[in-house]
């Protein structure tokens, strides 16, 4: 199969003040940036004024420019903390704004928690969601627990594990995202 240049938005789910997913966000943003492969775009949920008009529709002027991300994307990236073994309601909300646009596009999940868990409990509670909204998951997750020793002012930990299973997490979405791409334009 031939690699093919993907589009894929982050979008970190929490509007909480000083969080540290956005940093974790952030991280990805450069690691991507060194792949020739895929066109990275970093949205924070902070920066998106949740709409009083219809939800699932494209027709959102509010946040044209996520809209506008999304519907040019081969998929997308969430970064997203735990809260309460759930996910946020604002990424909620976010991800609720457009339903066809994510039709047959790939998904991939990076967890965040400043516990020993990594987020592990919000991305199983994600997928389903992910998959109603028509899009594609991976097996591969990142999971950045203890978050705040990793990435930030106060971080101290070498990140080489956590380096190798961002590697592996996109190395798959390229995967994924190549051939649902060429599926897309073939069919
Ligand atoms: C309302 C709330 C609920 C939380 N619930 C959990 C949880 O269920 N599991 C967990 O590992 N961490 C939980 N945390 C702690 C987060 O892991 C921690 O805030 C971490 O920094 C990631 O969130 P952030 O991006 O908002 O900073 C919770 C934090 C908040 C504010």
Same mark, same amino acid.
């Given at each position: 199969?031939?690699?093919?240049?993907?589009?894929?938005?982050?979008?970190?789910?929490?509007?909480?003040?000083? $969080?540290?997913?956005?940093?974790?966000?952030?991280?990805?943003?450069?690691?991507? &940036?060194?792949?020739? $492969?895929?066109?990275?775009?970093?949205?924070?949920?902070?920066?998106?004024?949740?709409?009083?008009?219809?939800?699932? &529709?494209?027709?959102? $002027?509010?946040?044209?420019?996520?809209?506008?991300?999304?519907?040019?994307?081969? *998929?997308?990236?969430?970064?997203?903390?735990?809260?309460?073994?759930?996910?946020?309601?604002?990424?909620?909300?976010?991800?609720?704004?457009?339903?066809?646009?994510?039709?047959?596009?790939?998904?991939?999940?990076? *967890?965040?928690?400043?516990?020993?868990?990594?987020?592990?409990?919000?991305?199983?509670?994600?997928?389903?969601?992910?998959?109603?909204?028509?899009?594609?998951?991976?097996?591969?997750?990142?999971?950045?627990?203890?978050?705040?020793?990793?990435?930030?002012?106060?971080?101290?930990?070498?990140?080489?594990?956590?380096?190798?299973?961002?590697?592996?997490?996109?190395?798959?979405?390229?995967?994924? *995202?190549?051939?649902?791409? &060429? *599926?897309?334009?073939?069919?």
């Amino acid at each position: 199969m031939k690699q093919t240049q993907l589009s894929l938005p982050i979008l970190v789910g929490t509007h909480r003040k000083d $969080n540290i997913s956005s940093q974790v966000g952030r991280y990805l943003y450069e690691k991507i &940036q060194k792949r020739t $492969n895929i066109t990275p775009d970093l949205f924070l949920a902070s920066d998106i004024v949740l709409p009083q008009d219809d939800y699932g &529709q494209a027709l959102n $002027n509010t946040v044209p420019s996520y809209a506008h991300a999304i519907q040019n994307s081969d *998929g997308i990236i969430i970064v997203t903390p735990e809260y309460n073994h759930g996910y946020p309601g604002t990424l909620k909300s976010i991800l609720d704004l457009f339903l066809d646009e994510y039709m047959h596009k790939v998904a991939g999940i990076v *967890g965040v928690s400043s516990g020993r868990f990594g987020g592990v409990r919000v991305v199983e509670q994600l997928l389903p969601v992910l998959r109603e909204l028509g899009l594609v998951t991976i097996h591969t997750d990142v999971y950045v627990s203890e978050a705040q020793t990793y990435v930030g002012e106060k971080a101290t930990k070498d990140t080489t594990v956590l380096d190798e299973s961002i590697e592996k997490f996109l190395d798959e979405l390229s995967w994924m *995202g190549s051939v649902l791409q &060429q *599926g897309r334009e073939q069919t």
